[in-house]
């Protein structure tokens, strides 16, 4: 079961919601909803699953209704229709006694601009959800110190948030969404008004804690890049609706629609996509019993200049090499066994494309693919490696 | 060759006036009770507020003005300022008719704020009230402030109490608008945040708005102050004690120099009162400690940070109503 199932989460703006709805359900476009009722359909339908654990990116551009889904989560907006639940509880039904409860022991959140309390310490401010939660003092700041120490900022508890460079600041924000060791913890846009390097820092804060703590975390961008890099799935959010659900890499690859395809046409496809997304299966191997005549006739009539050979479990035990095989020919050698050189490069088949770049340049055979134990998936060929990278269907031949 | 009944109809006079005049004698009947209420408690706490500022010498007084005035501005001007100035008006013979002003401004501003920052609290938080209130503001303000004298002294008779009533009707509306204005104007973000970690509506509102609102709501009362000052002055002409009723018997008297001496008590008086609530108002004095800001990363101006961050149009900007609202409920 997911930590948080959201279905038929909807939102509009505006005084009489209930004719956008009938509208909306009639699979009419926000826009000619606002023409004929005057209702902004900020959200509608989203249908979400989030795993515990998981660090769930929602993505789209401004106005796409990203930050109203995620302030729906926690009803800092109401929504208009649909449900929230956490752990099977129904968000969307407690009370306001209940949601303060719930906001305090499971939802936390990080804001766009740092929303820190200019009044209080740092110290203060991470101690917040915890004050709020009447917890007393001692164990509150003992806990809001733990979470700086967490984000590196354990010897400024007593500076006021103005005294801050805007990353430290948002380092508070992010201890303050820590301390209280919500179960969920919402970050609208946290980077976002960060300056680059210093959001690339944040970033890798990010993932650091992430790797350690195990949050389920919602996190809004506009940035894809920044989704590719943190996100374990994204999705993509267009003028309120959900346009695709998936990990970077299977968005990249298989984008759903001409918007998706579009929008991640200039993401760095080297950084998302893995060699299994260049890969393909060896047109054919050969075992290290064949007999180099045969081996060789056959690079002849495929014009190649080398081919894997594996042993009978399969996994690669050296190239055989068209020169190699000749020379061994001449010596008089029957089989191929001992004509095998280590002329080839092997990656693991998550291996970025960036990666293997590197590795394409020097060897006559294509990048072996393989497992742990050295078992060959698949094999990619430079033509496949530079396709894959240029967002064209890999139907090269090489 | 105009219409007879055009003419008759421009003619028509609304007779607003008398029907006023008989509304204010069908409410002075009817409420006296009320009103006798208002005159004995106003009154009493007036006396004694008197007395307290009158009772010690003006020396001792003079010097528990330039004490305050120490506190509040952390320097030595105010203070020189102020104890030459009171000595002054007690060399003019006018001490004790200041400290009876004061006194008049003193509960006036406090009645004033009792009333008025709770009003703004409510048009912050409502969108009803705000409309609502705004317009009868403006009434308040702009009706010249010798009708308020009038009617007062009709409600209350002569004496400190319409004085007091007349000013806090003149001078309350800065307190409503700027406490509203100051709570509107904490940043929407900050408030999301502490709804977001699960406040109470009350803690809201005392943990983080009111405190960020505290430099406007300052200014408010500064301006209620000033305000009632000046009604407090005016009300010499119905009876109220004090430099207003010294500048009004000088008036009277053609008295060129005792209306001098009066005008240059309240001159003092609305200078100190003014520079003292002014630097109370002024925003962190003192609470937030001094240290060289981090140049480990660079800072951001927000100006800076919005350039990358587009706002989210349409449907996100229009929520913040809603939200605050949906929040609180």
């Known amino acids: 079961m997911p930590k948080l199932r959201v279905r038929g989460l909807t939102k509009v703006f505006g005084p009489h919601p209930r004719r956008a709805l009938e509208l909306m359900e009639q699979g009419m476009s926000r826009s000619d909803i606002l023409e004929r009722t005057g209702q902004l359909l900020a959200v509608a339908e989203v249908d979400l699953d989030i795993d515990e654990g998981e660090l769930f990116v929602v993505m789209g551009l401004s106005g796409s209704g990203k930050s109203t889904v995620i302030r729906m989560l926690n009803r800092l907006i109401e929504p208009t229709a649909g449900t929230v639940e956490l752990d099977g509880e129904r968000i969307d039904q407690l009370s306001p006694a209940e949601l303060r409860s719930m906001r305090q022991r499971k939802l936390s959140m990080v804001f766009q601009h740092f929303a820190l309390f200019p009044h209080r310490t740092v110290g203060e401010n991470a101690a917040y959800g915890l004050k709020v939660q009447g917890i007393d003092e001692d164990e509150a700041r003992e806990r809001a110190l733990h979470a700086l120490d967490t984000v590196g900022l354990g010897d400024r508890v007593d500076a006021y948030p103005h005294e801050l460079s805007g990353g430290m600041q948002q380092r508070v924000g992010l201890a303050r969404g820590l301390a209280t060791e919500a179960d969920i913890l919402l970050m609208d846009e946290p980077f976002s008004a960060l300056d680059p390097l210093i959001r690339r820092d944040m970033q890798d804060l990010l993932a650091e804690l992430q790797a350690e703590l195990n949050r389920t975390i919602v996190f809004i961008t506009h940035d894809l890049n920044e989704a590719m890099r943190l996100g374990d799935r994204i999705c993509v959010l267009k003028d309120g609706r959900v346009v695709q659900v998936g990990t970077g890499a299977e968005i990249i690859d298989n984008p759903a629609n001409q918007y998706v395809a579009d929008f991640v046409s200039d993401v760095d496809r080297s950084r998302v996509l893995t060699a299994v997304h260049a890969m393909r299966k060896p047109r054919r191997t050969f075992s290290p019993k064949d007999s180099p005549r045969e081996v060789l006739d056959w690079l002849d009539e495929q014009e190649f200049n080398g081919v894997y050979v594996l042993d009978s479990e399969g996994r690669v035990l050296g190239v055989a090499r068209d020169d190699r095989l000749a020379a061994g020919l001449r010596s008089g050698a029957t089989t191929i066994e001992n004509l095998l050189i280590e002329d080839y490069a092997s990656a693991q088949h998550d291996t970025l494309l960036s990666e293997l770049a590197g590795l394409a340049a020097h060897h006559t055979v294509p990048i072996a693919v393989t497992d742990e134990t050295g078992k060959l998936f698949g094999v990619v060929p430079r033509a496949h490696l530079l396709a894959a990278l240029s967002n064209e269907e890999a139907e090269v031949d090489a | ?329």
Request: no cysteine; charged share 15%; aromatic share 6%.
């Open chain 2, 1 to 329: 060759m105009l219409n007879p009944l055009l003419a008759q109809a421009l003619n028509v006079e609304l007779p607003l006036g008398d029907a006023a005049d008989t509304g204010v004698r069908w409410v002075i009947d009817t409420f006296d009770w009320l009103f006798s209420a208002i005159r004995f408690i106003v009154g009493g706490i007036v006396d004694y507020t008197e007395l307290a500022l009158i009772t010690p010498s003006p020396l001792i007084m003079t010097a528990v003005f330039a004490g305050i005035a120490l506190v509040a501005t952390r320097s030595w001007g105010l203070p020189v300022f102020t104890i030459v100035a009171f000595l002054l008006v007690d060399a003019m013979g006018m001490f004790a008719f200041a400290m009876q002003t004061l006194a008049l401004v003193f509960v006036a501003t406090v009645l004033a704020v009792i009333i008025g920052v709770p009003l703004g609290i409510l048009a912050a938080r409502n969108e009803r009230v705000s409309t609502t209130i705004k317009p009868i503001l403006d009434f308040m303000q702009t009706m010249p402030s010798f009708v308020y004298l009038l009617l007062a002294v009709f409600f209350f008779r002569i004496g400190r109490v319409p004085g007091v009533m007349s000013a806090l009707i003149f001078a309350m509306p800065p307190a409503v608008r700027l406490t509203e204005l100051g709570i509107r104007q904490v940043d929407a973000e900050v408030v999301e945040a502490a709804h977001a970690f699960g406040a109470r509506p009350r803690e809201v509102l005392t943990g983080v708005q009111l405190p960020l609102a505290r430099a406007s709501i300052l200014a408010g009362i500064n301006q209620v102050i000033m305000l009632s000052l000046s009604m407090v002055v005016i009300a010499g002409l119905g009876g109220a004690p004090g430099l207003g009723a010294e500048v009004v018997r000088a008036v009277t008297r053609m008295d060129i120099g005792m209306g001098i001496e009066g005008g240059l008590g309240v001159v003092a008086l609305a200078i100190y009162l003014d520079r003292v609530t002014a630097a109370f108002g002024r925003e962190g004095r003192g609470r937030r400690k001094e240290g060289p800001a981090s140049t480990d990363e660079q800072s951001l101006s927000d100006d800076d940070a919005d350039d990358d961050t587009p706002a989210e149009g349409g449907g996100d900007t229009s929520t913040t109503a809603t939200t605050t609202s949906g929040a609180t409920s």
